[in-house]
Nanobody, 116 residues
């Protein structure tokens, strides 16, 4: 059974930083890609950053230069370091894992609130 558990969200002021973590319950050997998505109230869920095929990363334009996605294979954990946060970054952030056998798994999300 796949479980993705996000943590690290919270309330931060504009310009502050947070590091999100996603603990993955399964082996990472069968993972094609891992990523972070976010959904703000009234908006659709959108890609923030993804890491795939080893260390190939891709970022949304809004995240480039401020956010860094990384993973620790030994700890089976995905991270998102977020710096210089802005009020428009306020959203629920979701961890996503795509397995090579077709499963697309989601965590329950962690709330990030950036105050102005």
């Amino acid at each position: 059974q796949v479980q993705l558990v996000e943590s690290g969200g919270g309330l931060v002021q504009t310009g502050g930083s947070l590091r999100l973590s996603c603990a993955i319950s399964t082996s990472i050997l069968s993972i094609n890609a891992m990523g972070w998505y976010r959904q703000a109230p009234g908006n659709q869920r959108e890609l923030v950053a993804v890491i795939a095929g080893g260390e190939v990363t891709n970022y949304a334009d809004s995240a480039k230069g401020r956010f860094t996605i990384s993973r620790d294979n030994a700890k089976k954990t995905l991270y998102l370091q977020m710096n210089n946060l802005k009020p428009e970054d306020t959203a629920v952030y979701y961890c996503n894992v795509r397995y090579n056998y077709g499963l697309n798994a989601w965590g329950k999300g962690t709330l990030v609130t950036v105050s102005s």
